[in-house]
């Protein structure tokens, strides 16, 4: 059975308590972008929530329905390649839960860092995403800790609200593009979309590196690929979510493959023409968007900066390459 999505109620429910910690990020129509893909680019600045991302409107709204089920645990455990661990501790710190959160080895310093800010206890087990996950799991069902999975349908409740947010307040967009990670922002896209009925078309956006979802989508199951990218860590999945591609299949317009030179590139021109931080998987979507510009002139284009939490040293190799 396909995943029930959050209905507008729903979203606008979770606006309520995501907005307990922190209000609306922007969006903008950053005028050199628009110039670079020769028609109107928006940008959704979710690099501008608490976390520098928008994983933790998932992770409130998440704890806020197993509070109101009155399930909540002692612990949570989780995996994550940063930005998701980031919004399970934000929110766990707000319930007074403890939480752990497994992270591949080699993985970055400051979204580690970031975590362990927020009370995270952390633990390193494995070379990707997927071993990390697998090892979670494994703790969850020894420690008799609650598992927090990456896709959720409590997730999906906050995650949606920023693309409602988006969807209200640019109703003229035509198409936006929405890396692929997990799922969660993909599939929030989608709910947004239905729950308003707005026309725009939805392009996911995967790493040329890590085409788990692309190759999934093509042939309508879970496809296993290597994870080989070395700068959009956030999509860096090695096996993708079968409840997440049904939501996926019959949605998504396309899907667009973008490689680590063209991330880099968008990275930079982000820096330069908003003077705005993308991480890797943050700057996929104004790459894939760039990549198709021929087919957009004339239309209405949404791009997302999603994350903008890169280690320093990758940025500052990516502008001066």
Request: charged share 20%.
């Amino acid at each position: 059975m396909p995943l029930q999505l959050p209905n507008l109620p729903d979203i606008e429910a979770a606006a309520e308590v995501v907005y307990h910690a922190f209000q609306a990020t922007p969006q903008y129509r950053w005028g050199t972008l628009s110039q670079r893909l020769g028609t109107d680019c928006w940008v959704k600045h979710e690099n501008h929530t608490p976390v520098g991302a928008f994983k933790i409107r998932g992770g409130l709204t998440y704890f806020d329905q197993l509070r109101q089920r009155g399930d909540m645990p002692r612990e949570v455990i989780s995996a994550t390649r940063g930005n998701h661990g980031q919004s399970m501790g934000w929110a766990a710190r707000a319930h007074g839960v403890a939480c752990s959160i497994v992270v591949p080895r080699g993985n970055s310093t400051e979204k580690n860092d970031a975590m362990r800010a927020l009370g995270v206890q952390l633990i390193e087990h494995g070379e990707d995403f997927q071993a990390a996950r697998e090892h979670a799991m494994h703790l969850a069902a020894e420690r008799g800790a609650h598992m927090v999975p990456s896709y959720h349908k409590d997730l999906l409740r906050g995650v949606s609200t920023y693309w409602w947010e988006f969807f209200r307040a640019v109703p003229q967009l035509d198409v936006v593009y929405v890396p692929i990670g997990q799922g969660s922002g993909a599939c929030s896209a989608i709910a947004a979309k239905l729950a308003l009925g707005h026309r725009a078309r939805i392009v996911g956006v995967v790493s040329a590196h890590a085409t788990t979802y692309a190759d999934s989508i093509a042939v309508g199951r879970v496809v296993e690929s290597a994870v080989t990218t070395e700068l959009a860590d956030g999509m860096a999945c090695r096996v993708a979510d079968a409840a997440a591609l049904q939501v996926l299949i019959p949605h998504l317009d396309h899907v667009v493959k973008v490689s680590d030179s063209e991330v880099a590139q968008a990275m930079r021109w982000l820096f330069a023409d908003t003077h705005n931080v993308a991480e890797g998987a943050g700057a996929a979507s104004f790459a894939a968007a760039w990549q198709e510009r021929d087919r957009l002139q004339g239309q209405v284009v949404g791009t997302t900066l999603c994350g903008g939490n890169v280690d320093s040293a990758t940025f500052a190799k990516v502008l001066t390459s």
